[in-house]
């Protein structure tokens, strides 16, 4: 090779080696990334739990007693005060019966002794006409003055234990009337735990039934602390299965919580003791989700 060959070659190495240096520089320069405002119309997204508001309704007994029958199954629909189950109320109806008779007793002694007053009271006017003319002591004039005292007396004392034995009927009849177990809402039963002859206690407070109540549903989305203050009652969201799929329902915000705490929605115990959440409540327009099922919540801008 010839001397000016060699340069040649040497120059065409250089530049060739400069193009390759300023090629991996482009390359390795990333392009601007979009920001987020601009990718999303969703001001914050989290993750929620269907609900209805003031929850489901644990149905328990208010007496003790044994279940003598049992009124619906698992999706019966019902009003409220409609009859559930019925306790052995044999006992409360001898109790009631027990009640009435006092009355009947306490208001047939009153009747004997208003039979007395009028003769008392026409005595005693009797004997203070004869006092003043002579015809009789003074004494017997006040004694009988006093024997119609004491019969108003013992007749007022009579009609108070008329009112008191009529309270007792009603102490009665409201344990006999505990003895129906009643739905407390309109609604449709999700659970029944009881069967006829099983023996209920007030003091365990066992659960007999759970009622779905006709009542909002609702959507209790876990905001992250880093959007809580973004997020404002009337404010506009979708809500999709927790998979982001399905058609969207619209919801808004009713209100959003003031006390932060660990997340209930994640499974991931690190996860779950690192958040910082409050609970946001949203209303949902119409709900195809079921009481319990997780969704996503996505706030619009």
């Not at 007693?65 to 409360?92: N, P, T």
């Not at 208001?107 to 009028?118: E, M, T």
């Not at 058609?247 to 915000?253: E, G, I, K, Q, S």
Request: proline share 4%; aromatic share 2%.
């Amino acid at each position: 090779m010839t001397r000016d060959h060699a340069c040649s070659a040497a120059r065409w190495a250089a530049t060739f080696l400069l193009a390759s240096a300023l090629a991996a520089c482009s390359k390795a320069t990333p392009e601007p990334a979009l920001s987020g405002a601009a990718a999303t119309p969703w001001l914050a997204m989290a993750r929620g739990q269907v609900d209805v508001e003031g929850g489901l309704v644990r149905v328990v007994a208010a007496r003790d007693g044994r279940v003598a029958s049992v009124a619906v199954e698992d999706g019966d629909a019902l009003k409220a005060g409609d009859v559930l189950a019925m306790l052995d109320d044999r006992q409360a109806r001898i109790g009631v019966g027990i009640a009435e008779a006092s009355v009947a007793q306490a208001q047939a002694q009153v009747d004997v002794l208003k039979a007395r007053l009028h003769p008392a009271s026409v005595q005693a006017g009797r004997i203070a006409e004869a006092a003043g003319a002579g015809a009789a002591t003074g004494q017997s004039s006040d004694d009988a003055s006093a024997a119609l005292a004491v019969l108003k007396a013992e007749i007022r004392a009579g009609e108070a234990n008329v009112k008191l034995a009529s309270e007792h009927v009603s102490a009665a009849k409201a344990d006999l009337d505990a003895q129906s177990i009643r739905a407390p809402a309109a609604g449709r039963i999700v659970r029944r735990s009881v069967h006829v002859g099983d023996v209920v206690s007030v003091q365990l407070a066992s659960e007999l039934f759970q009622l779905l109540p006709e009542r909002p549903r609702i959507v209790r989305a876990e905001l992250n602390e880093a959007y809580v203050d973004l997020v404002k009652p009337g404010m506009q969201a979708e809500v999709v299965r927790d998979s982001d799929q399905g058609t969207p329902v619209m919801a808004r915000v009713l209100r959003v919580g003031e006390v932060f705490g660990p997340s209930r929605l994640t499974d991931d115990p690190v996860e779950r003791a690192g958040a910082h959440d409050v609970e946001c409540v949203l209303q949902l327009d119409n709900s195809p989700f079921r009481i319990g099922q997780r969704v996503l919540v996505r706030f619009k801008r």
